[in-house]
């Protein structure tokens, strides 16, 4: 038995109980209560005068698979790598890789991540690179609603049970943490040359609307129990208007669980000109009045970045506007992807205006439970700003430090600068911790409970917010200190989460004739067996709901 | 000499050198020393699965070698063009199913058609798909055999080199002029034809071969497709890597942030198609010890003559090389994770004739732990 003692630190953790000065324990990685009785302590870390929580969960962060790497080979001018790493850690500095994601995310305190595109053509890709980025555990969320054996299971009306059989199976196949659906029909549309897609529109040949695709995965989300609701990235990202989409979109989903990804980029009004004002308000009332329903922002931060969505019809509009000039498009077998990089400059009025709305909606959250931090990464930003974000929410003089470089015509269409809320650490702690490990299902994290999982991040109490959360003091994942005074000590590999619904025998039948049929190869090719990690451990099998 | 991994695990290497080697232990320590007295060794080749790869990178990460494939055209050219001004790509299952033109640009895409047999029937998944044309650009007189057409397969530009056929296109597309053509070349009524053809497919498909062209010409053929869907869509497909050359460059992309070649001799990864080029660093004298990699072939090349060399080989190939040591090819004697073409995605894939022989991961990996200063 191994027990850890964080020494006299404040304990900022709301699920285990209010703020205090107190001592943690860990014991052979688990969170303890107290001391085991007559249990040495075999280790001690002084954390007096120190901020302790528990390790940070990251909701909605693309770190693997086709798409991000195509990023990595479209863009190598974004990441030049130029500093050796330390001995031990290979590929710790090497920029954009898995190894770098896993060291940076640890040495800000975060130990769980999820991979929000989990495409099931190319789901070994996306776990093999998953099991490269040490450190942090992880997950991926399994992306259905536009192919074609989904749209044509609607088209030919089958019932209920034939499509949670066939979502089933490809959750299981693709060992994904939860489902999500992409602009729901729009990339099958995009395909057959379509530009635009709305809620009421319907995807040529198959006669499914979105909303219909929509309200269909939410039925089976219910039904095959997982425990994360039908991740949605909705219609009409990026337009003017769009908080009216998401307003029909959660009137669509009748009351049924449903998290919006990246909400910040639906969160665009427009005023009688049809210029872009800020949609926050609009976009907040909707949220407090559907208690149903989670986000994540998907905050913008300024500098140079690369899109990668699977909403190809997105990412074809969007590289009209790519910089540098260059962008990818792939139809792939159902889900694709588009890569393209942006700059957002601080000069750019619009992009002054997506970051002013997307500290909007944190501070007009109802709840820190259903309002999560992302940057959408690296679509907004990369997550490494995260430690700036969160000073931004902390700090109203910080932000007022920032508001005094915004372009008048940014600064008149949002009401940023009048807001003075500013976000406590417990608000912080449930906004980055327990809030998403809950809404992920994977409720022994995120919290410092007895029994949960020992991922423990611990800070200087420093006012530069952005100081305190870019380089925690320590970090201990299951009980094992990985990250000390802000670096890395090593590599540990962590788990990715995934869900093993049970598949319907008949199902995986016709599913195996439909892939062979497609592809002229069978399911095996599909797979993700664990004998492809060979000797490593890599996946922790959580429950479905009952 | 520590007792190596693979040892461990009731593997057994086979020796092949000028003088016959039992003792696996003895391969691998040669193998380490030879490398680590190296002052700029090189890892080329690299013709194995996913964790082959994955070894040999924390390999040239312990001493700092360079890394690079086989497959150059891929690298220099495929990724050169998605890193210079990105790609339109689909999939062989997706242009299978859902092209109702396939045009092979280059005698390399009329080959590679002909060979793989991908296109060799016109799918069924989508109804409503028009009839399937079949386009030959540049391809030197060379039509497909096993291309599934509805019609005739029609042409341009015969005697003519690609890139000045994609630029006749662009040009007419782009309701530009064009100069006086060649009196054996095609007409502008044959080029117009074409360009029509082509805005009126719903889901036009362009297959070309790397080998077959320079970055410039495949820039401008992705330019060609990209002016395409301003009013309908098109995309391309890439003849795929040999040697498992894709697989390679992407477990390189996520491991150490860029594409082969990369150079890990300061500790950090650079990537630099000729810097670190395996046969320019070779034949310069630059680089003095290499460990060739092809358990998926290909053999060891004669320029790699010219330094110490370790050659991690399968089966029946021929290897003239200081420590040469026979390799299982995985998804045959072992299982292995392989890029797989028709849908351009990572696949496990069981060992079809298991037979012990050790994979390059664990070759790799004992050579690296029998480094001075290794971890057995």
Redesign the interface.
Known sequence: MTTIRLMGGRVVDPVSGATSVRDVYLVDGRVAAAAPVGGAVDETYDCTGKIVMAGGVDVHSHI?G?N???S?????EL?V?????PDGM??A????????TGRLYAEMGFTTVVEPALAP??A??TH??LA?IPIIDRGALTVVGND?HFLSLLRDRESETAIRDAVAYQLATSKGLGLKVINAGGPAA????LRTFELDDVV??YGASSRQILTTLLTAVDQIGVPHPLHVHANNLGVPGAPKTIEETIAAAEGRRMHFAHIQFYSYGKDAEGMMTSGAEEIAAALAAAPNVTCDVGQVMFGPTVTISLDLMKQ?QGAAY?SP?????????AE?GG?VPLVYARKNWINQLQWAIGLELFLLSPDPWRVLMTTDHPNGGSFTTYPQIIHLLMDSGERARWIEHMPQKARERTALEEMTREYTLEEVAIMTRAAPAKILGITDRGHLSDGAVADVAVYDDLTDKTAMFTNARYVFKDGRLVVRDGRALGWISGRTSILAPDVDGQMERRMADYIT?????GP??????E??F?ERHVFKVEPCLT | MRQIRIEDRGERLSVQTGQPETDADAAIGRAAALLAKARHPVIGGLGCD??GV?AA??LA??IGASVDHAATAHERVE?RV??????????V??AR??ADLIVLAGPGAVAWADHAR?LADG????P?RGERGVLCLATGGARPAHVAADGTVSALGDDLPLHRVLGLLRARLGQKPIGPLAQDGPDRTAIDAVALQMKSA??GVMVVDANDVDHVTLDSLQGLVKDL?RD??F?TLGVPAHHHGRGA???S???????LPVGLG??????DDWLHDAERLVTSGEADALLWVGALGPDVPAWASSVPTVALVHHGASASAEVVIEVGVPGVTH?G?LT?A???????VDAKAPQPLPSV?AVITAIEAALPGGHP
């Open positions: 693997a086709g991000v790497t195509m990595r080979l479209l863009l190598p990441h790598s130029e500093t050796a790493g290979p590929f500095t090497a920029s954009w890789s898995g190894w770098e053509a190319q070994l890709q093999l690179e490269d074609d995009f395909h057959s040359g040529p040949h074809w790519a000039k260059k962008f990818s498009l792939t139809d792939g077998d694709g890569v049929d497609r592809y002229g190869v095996a090719a599909f797979a993700v067996p004998r492809a060979g | 996913v964790d994955r990178l924390r990460n312990a990724l998605l890193a210079d001004s990105g790609v339109m790509t689909t999939t299952s997706e199913h859902r991908a799918g069924g998944l989508y409503w719903a889901f869907n309908t869509r995309t460059n992407l477990v992309a996520w491991t150490t942030g860029d594409h300061r500790g950090y990864p650079v990537q299982p994770v797989d028709v849908r351009d995605a990572f696949a496990f991961a």
